[in-house]
C-alpha cells in the first residue's frame, strides 16, 4: 500500500491519458511520474531544470511512497515558479503538494483551449481527441527514439544466449509480484520434491486425457505444478518471473491467479480434444503462463522485447509482434503435434494464449484505480487539488 508522504493517508491510483497518477484524496497531494510530466506537455526546460536540482538538492523529511528512501527537496528558482518539490531519483517520480502541479509550465498553450472554448459537449470533446492524438503520437516517437537498442541489465545476455526473448524496456510497475513470487516458489518446491522420483509423479499425478477421471479429476490441478526436468522448469519460471510481474500489476493478486486457473484448464481441455494420444501425460505450467504472455504482449504492446541472434545481433519487436510470432510457432507445432509427433503440448498453449487474449479484451480498462474520462480529463485532472 502507497501512503501520502504529507499526511500519512493511502493514496489512490488514477489512470489518465498521460500516465497513471498516485494521489490523496485527503490532502490532495500527487505523486507523478517524470515520463507523465513529458506526455503532459510540461516545459522541457523545467523538467530538466528539476531534474539537475536534484542531483545536487538536500536530502528531505519525506520519503519516497514507493521505494520508501527519503526524497530530495528541490528548490527552484523564480525563473521556474519558486516551486519546492520533492524528487524520488531512484523511482523517477515528483511529489506534488496542493496546487503546486497546477503552477507548472508547458510547452504550449494548446492544451489551454478548453479554457476558451464554448461549453459545447461536442466542441470539447472534439479539443480533447485532438490533444490525445498528439499525446500518442509524440510518446510514440519519443518512445522510439528513447529506447535502447540492447539490454540495460547485463545479466538478461544470459536468457539471450539460451534463446530466451528478454525485456528491451520493462513497465512501470507500483507493486512488488508476492503472488508470482510466491507461486513460483511453490512451483520450485514441488519440483525439488518430486525429482527424485519423477516418472512416477508425472505418470500418477499428471493429467491423462483418457484418464481424466483418476484422484477425482484433480490431476488437471496437479499437472500445473510438474515439470518434466530442470530445463522445463527453469523455462517456465523464467516467463513466469518476466511477464508475470507486469501483469499482476495490472489485473491485481485474485485476477492473475484466476488467469493462470483458466489459462491452464483450457490448455488441458483442447490438449485432450485433439491429441490423438491419449496416454500421454500432460505436466507443466505452459498453459497458464501462455495467457500471462497473451495478456502481457495485448495489455503493454509496445513493450520492446529482445532476440539475441549469432551471440551478438540484437533484434527488437515489440510485445505484440512477438506475440504473432509465438503464435505462428505454437499453430506450426501443434499441427506436428495432432499429427503425432513430438512431445511439447503446443495445442497446451495455444488453449492458454487464446484465454490470454481474450482476458486482455475483457478487462481492458478496467484494472486499478479510477479511470479518468477523455473528455473531461483536462477538466478533472487539473482541479485534483
Known amino acids: 500500500m502507497l501512503t501520502c508522504p504529507r499526511c500519512g493517508s493511502r493514496l489512490s491510483r488514477a489512470r489518465t491519458p498521460f500516465g497513471v497518477v498516485f494521489y490523496c484524496a485527503e490532502c490532495k497531494g500527487r505523486m507523478v511520474g517524470l515520463a507523465t510530466l513529458r506526455r503532459d506537455y510540461i516545459d522541457d526546460e523545467f523538467r530538466n531544470a528539476l531534474w539537475h536540482t536534484s542531483q545536487y538538492a538536500r536530502t528531505g523529511a519525506r520519503s519516497c511512497p514507493h521505494c520508501h528512501q527519503n526524497m530530495r527537496r528541490v528548490v527552484m528558482s ?3 515558479g519558486n516551486l519546492e518539490l520533492d524528487v524520488c531519483r531512484h523511482c523517477l517520480c515528483v511529489w506534488f503538494d496542493p496546487s503546486e502541479y497546477r503552477e507548472l509550465p508547458h510547452e504550449s498553450a494548446e492544451h489551454r483551449r478548453l ?11 472534439a479539443a480533447a481527441m485532438m490533444d490525445l492524438q498528439r499525446v500518442k503520437a509524440v510518446q510514440r516517437q519519443r518512445e522510439d527514439e528513447e529506447a535502447p537498442r540492447v539490454p540495460v541489465e547485463a545479466w538478461k545476455w544470459i536468457p539471450g544466449l539460451l534463446g530466451m526473448p528478454v525485456e528491451i524496456t520493462e513497465p512501470a510497475r507500483s507493486s512488488r509480484p508476492w503472488a508470482i513470487w510466491g507461486l513460483s516458489a511453490i512451483i520450485a518446491a514441488v519440483f525439488l520434491v518430486t525429482v527424485g522420483s519423477l516418472e512416477y509423479f508425472v505418470r500418477n499425478w499428471g493429467f491423462v486425457p483418457a484418464e481424466w477421471s483418476r ?11 510438474l515439470h518434466g ?3 522445463h522448469l527453469a523455462g517456465n519460471l523464467y516467463f513466469l518471473l518476466i511477464f508475470g510481474d507486469n501483469v499482476e500489476d495490472r489485473l491485481g493478486r485474485g485476477k492473475l491467479v484466476l488467469l493462470l486457473l483458466i489459462s491452464h484448464l483450457a490448455g488441458a481441455v483442447l490438449h485432450a480434444g485433439l491429441e490423438p494420444r491419449g496416454d500421454l501425460p500432460l505436466v507443466g505450467a505452459s498453459a497458464g503462463i501462455s495467457g500471462v504472455i497473451a495478456y502481457y504482449a495485448v495489455a503493454f504492446p509496445r513493450t520492446r522485447l529482445g532476440i539475441l541472434f549469432f551471440f551478438f545481433w540484437w533484434i527488437r519487436l515489440p510485445a505484440l509482434a512477438m506475440l504473432l510470432l509465438y503464435g505462428i510457432l505454437q499453430i506450426l507445432g501443434a499441427y506436428g503435434q495432432i499429427s503425432g509427433f513430438g512431445g511439447v503440448s503446443n495445442l497446451g498453449h495455444l488453449g492458454g494464449l487464446a484465454i490470454g487474449v481474450l482476458a486482455a479484451l475483457v478487462w481492458r480498462g478496467r484494472q486499478g484505480g479510477a479511470r479518468v474520462s477523455r473528455d473531461n480529463y483536462f477538466k478533472d485532472y487539473r482541479k485534483m487539488a
Not at 115 to 125: G, I, K, M, S, T
Open 78 to 80: 523564480e525563473k521556474h
Open 115 to 125: 479554457e476558451q472554448l464554448p461549453d459545447a459537449p461536442a466542441a470539447r470533446e
Open 215 to 225: 484422484h477425482a479429476g484433480m490431476t488437471i490441478i496437479t499437472s500445473f505444478f
Open 229 to 231: 526436468g530442470w530445463v
